[in-house]
């Protein structure tokens, strides 16, 4: 399809034919073809968004509607499924997923966006026992292949094994669905998906997404019906205008994004407007965690200064900046129908310990040697830890948990949960992507399920 692309150009225009323009989609000659370093079809690479988020994905479930409608063995039963994904924002933080839709319903209506939530989070604990394993197996390849592409470097070893498991997925794909009008050009183009990454580098420096934002920005610019040329060449002077006020006084904070971006990396707690006003004391469990975490002993007389001093001055905060990226919020934090959950978290300690837990409260206290910036945390016992491809994903066996008390620098992420209405399950939908080794033959086959 895309090797004699500059072939065909150069016969359309030799020969002249109207009729062979309009089957190849030619409209002529472009003067590109003439670049002598611009190489064809190398130069041109695949855009990751249009090929998989918007389209092998959507597609993919187009055809689970139609084979959940005929009771398909492939895919059941989709109910609840898009219900399960509306009603999880509640527990799901803003910075992990946009808000989620019902996919059942506005599935026409997804963006990108939308289908890369689908795709790395929802899906795969979704779909258990909602579809077969294969069609999860299937589709959690999709998800490592996108993940791979669009990671920031990309190894021999991770293009090696892109270049597997792009085949195995168009093969599973072809044997799980064997309509022939699912054989569309985007699996064709997911065949030359690693040979693009190959020539042009990793699929983010490429990719579609910074265009549309851009297309986006300039839309929202556009105040008026009449004169758009002007409109939209003032616009963008006046803001190029305000962006240069930097310069003039570098203490001038132009927007949320600066403020954001400049906070200092180390995690501190929040500032005087975070603070609660009257917050509910300590009770012994949590006093019992905290004497735990400085090795104290209650009885003694550190111990009984320890809890006066904890009842007395410490301070507590509703929220808590615990990355760049999102803000952890406890329980004591104000809640509503709009809010979204930050109360979920990944930590990992100093001895690389990863554990999952929720929020109960967050606070500080001076003692006689520096400021202590602690969380009291639920930690929860019976997670299921990925140690394979999905790492995304963690199912929680139960909300079984244990108080601890934790430095606020262990606190890596925020996380999020789904619940499973089919099965009655629960899953930690978790950022950060736990990786897999692709030279493990092991990993390997338990990827690539067709033998």
Same mark, same amino acid.
């Given at each position: 399809?895309?090797?004699?692309?500059?072939?065909?150009?150069?016969?359309?225009?030799?020969?002249?034919?109207?009729?062979?323009?309009?089957?190849?989609?030619?409209?002529?000659?472009?003067?590109?073809?003439?670049? #002598?370093?611009?190489?064809?079809?190398?130069?041109?690479?695949?855009?990751?968004?249009?090929?998989?988020?918007?389209?092998?994905?959507?597609?993919?479930?187009?055809?689970?509607?139609?084979?959940?409608?005929?009771?398909?063995?492939?895919?059941?039963?989709?109910?609840?499924?898009?219900?399960?994904?509306?009603?999880?924002?509640?527990?799901?933080?803003?910075?992990?997923? &946009?808000?989620?839709?019902?996919?059942?319903?506005?599935?026409?209506?997804?963006?990108?966006?939308?289908?890369?939530?689908?795709?790395?989070?929802?899906?795969? #604990?979704? @779909?258990?026992? &909602?579809?077969?394993?294969?069609?999860?197996?299937?589709?959690?390849?999709?998800?490592?292949?996108?993940?791979?592409?669009?990671?920031?470097?990309?190894?021999?070893?991770?293009?090696?094994?892109?270049?597997?498991?792009?085949?195995?997925?168009?093969?599973?794909?072809?044997? @799980?669905?064997?309509?022939?009008?699912?054989?569309?050009?985007?699996?064709?183009?997911?065949?030359?998906?690693?040979?693009?990454?190959?020539?042009?580098? #990793?699929?983010?420096?490429?990719?579609?997404?910074?265009?549309?934002?851009?297309?986006?920005?300039?839309?929202?610019?556009?105040?008026?019906?009449?004169?758009?040329?002007?409109?939209?060449?003032?616009?963008?002077?006046?803001?190029?205008?305000?962006?240069?006020?930097?310069?003039?006084?570098?203490?001038?904070?132009?927007?949320?994004?600066?403020?954001?971006?400049?906070?200092?990396?180390?995690?501190?707690?929040?500032?005087?407007?975070?603070? +609660?006003?009257?917050?509910?004391?300590?009770?012994? $469990?949590? +006093?019992?965690? +905290?004497?735990?975490?400085?090795?104290?002993?209650?009885?003694?007389?550190?111990?009984?200064?320890?809890?006066?001093?904890?009842?007395?001055?410490?301070?507590?905060? &509703?929220?808590?900046?615990?990355?760049?990226?999102?803000?952890?919020?406890?329980?004591?934090?104000?809640?509503?129908?709009?809010?979204?959950?930050?109360?979920?978290?990944?930590?990992?300690?100093?001895?690389?310990?990863?554990?999952?837990?929720?929020?109960?409260?967050?606070?500080?206290?001076?003692?006689?040697?520096?400021?202590?910036?602690?969380?009291?945390?639920?930690?929860?016992?019976?997670?299921?830890?990925?140690?394979?491809?999905?790492?995304?994903?963690?199912?929680?066996?139960?909300?079984?948990?244990?108080?601890?008390?934790?430095?606020?620098?262990?606190?890596?992420?925020?996380?999020?949960?789904?619940?499973?209405?089919? +099965?009655?399950? $629960?899953?930690?939908?978790?950022?950060?992507?736990?990786?897999?080794?692709?030279?493990?033959?092991?990993?390997?086959?338990?990827?690539?399920?067709?033998?």
């Amino acid at each position: 399809m895309r090797t004699d692309m500059k072939a065909d150009i150069e016969c359309c225009y030799d020969l002249q034919v109207p009729s062979m323009y309009k089957a190849l989609g030619i409209s002529g000659r472009s003067p590109l073809i003439d670049l #002598p370093t611009l190489y064809w079809p190398e130069s041109f690479p695949i855009d990751v968004m249009h090929l998989i988020l918007e389209g092998i994905v959507p597609r993919t479930f187009a055809i689970w509607v139609e084979a959940a409608k005929s009771k398909s063995p492939i895919v059941e039963d989709l109910t609840g499924l898009g219900k399960d994904i509306k009603d999880c924002k509640y527990n799901v933080p803003a910075a992990l997923a &946009r808000s989620p839709e019902d996919v059942c319903q506005n599935h026409n209506s997804y963006r990108a966006q939308n289908w890369f939530d689908f795709l790395q989070l929802f899906a795969h #604990p979704l @779909l258990d026992g &909602r579809a077969s394993p294969d069609v999860r197996k299937n589709m959690a390849l999709l998800a490592r292949i996108y993940s791979i592409a669009t990671q920031e470097q990309i190894s021999p070893a991770d293009l090696g094994f892109m270049d597997r498991a792009v085949k195995e997925f168009v093969e599973s794909y072809e044997c @799980l669905y064997t309509d022939p009008t699912v054989c569309t050009s985007n699996l064709h183009g997911l065949l030359h998906l690693p040979e693009c990454i190959k020539n042009c580098g #990793p699929a983010w420096a490429y990719w579609q997404f910074t265009m549309e934002k851009t297309c986006g920005n300039v839309v929202r610019l556009l105040q008026g019906k009449k004169l758009k040329d002007e409109n939209l060449a003032n616009a963008i002077l006046l803001n190029e205008q305000i962006n240069l006020l930097r310069w003039r006084n570098p203490g001038v904070r132009l927007s949320w994004e600066e403020v954001f971006l400049s906070r200092d990396a180390n995690p501190r707690v929040g500032d005087v407007l975070d603070r +609660i006003q009257t917050p509910s004391p300590f009770t012994n $469990e949590q +006093i019992n965690a +905290i004497l735990e975490y400085f090795d104290i002993d209650r009885s003694s007389a550190q111990g009984h200064d320890m809890v006066n001093l904890l009842q007395q001055k410490a301070v507590h905060f &509703r929220k808590y900046q615990a990355n760049s990226e999102d803000i952890v919020s406890g329980k004591c934090a104000t809640t509503g129908p709009s809010s979204r959950c930050r109360q979920y978290v990944n930590c990992q300690n100093i001895n690389n310990e990863v554990f999952f837990g929720e929020v109960a409260r967050i606070f500080s206290f001076h003692d006689q040697r520096r400021e202590h910036n602690l969380a009291l945390l639920h930690v929860f016992q019976d997670v299921q830890h990925s140690d394979d491809f999905y790492g995304r994903v963690q199912k929680l066996r139960s909300r079984d948990s244990y108080l601890v008390c934790i430095d606020v620098t262990d606190i890596d992420c925020a996380v999020g949960i789904i619940s499973n209405t089919f +099965i009655q399950s $629960e899953y930690i939908l978790n950022r950060n992507w736990v990786d897999c080794d692709p030279n493990s033959e092991m990993v390997y086959e338990d990827l690539l399920f067709i033998a």
